[in-house]
């Protein structure tokens, strides 16, 4: 069964940075592309960033791209989001996701991941 478990959300003043965790297990990095979504009240679920098995990053929101990081530790299936600079516009409930990656140059469409895990909460104060 593939799982997902997020962790390091929180409360965070404005301007500081917070680093997201996620394992991952009933999969290997090496056949799977992995992702970071958010979703805030009264808004659809947003895709953030994906790496996919090869190590290639694609940004589903450019606007994203100064502030928040996607990474991940293939070997002990862990994948992180460095998030830094945080605005109150952030806040929302952020969730991991994964997907079988056929395509090793790509990254999967956000429609494609199906495994979500239970997220995590991260609220920005001003």
């Known amino acids: 069964q593939v799982q997902v478990a997020e962790s390091g959300g929180g409360l965070v003043q404005a301007g500081e940075s917070l680093r997201l965790s996620c394992i991952a297990s009933?999969?290997?990095?090496?056949?799977?592309?992995m992702a970071w979504f958010r979703q805030a009240p009264g808004k659809e679920r947003e895709g953030i960033s994906c790496?996919?098995?090869?190590?290639?990053?694609?940004y589903y929101d450019d606007s994203l791209k100064d502030r928040f990081i996607i990474s991940s530790e293939a070997a002990n299936n862990i994948l992180y989001l460095q998030m830094n600079s945080l605005k109150p516009e952030d806040t929302a409930m952020y969730f991991c996701?994964?997907?079988?990656?056929?395509?090793?140059?790509?990254?999967?469409?956000?429609?494609?991941?199906?495994?979500w895990g239970q997220g995590t909460q991260v609220t920005v104060s001003s």
């Open positions: 790496i996919n098995r090869n190590g290639r990053i694609t």
């Open positions: 996701t994964a997907a079988w990656n056929k395509d090793a140059s790509m990254c999967p469409p956000p429609k494609v991941f199906r495994n």
């Open positions: 009933g999969l290997t990095f090496a056949d799977y592309a």
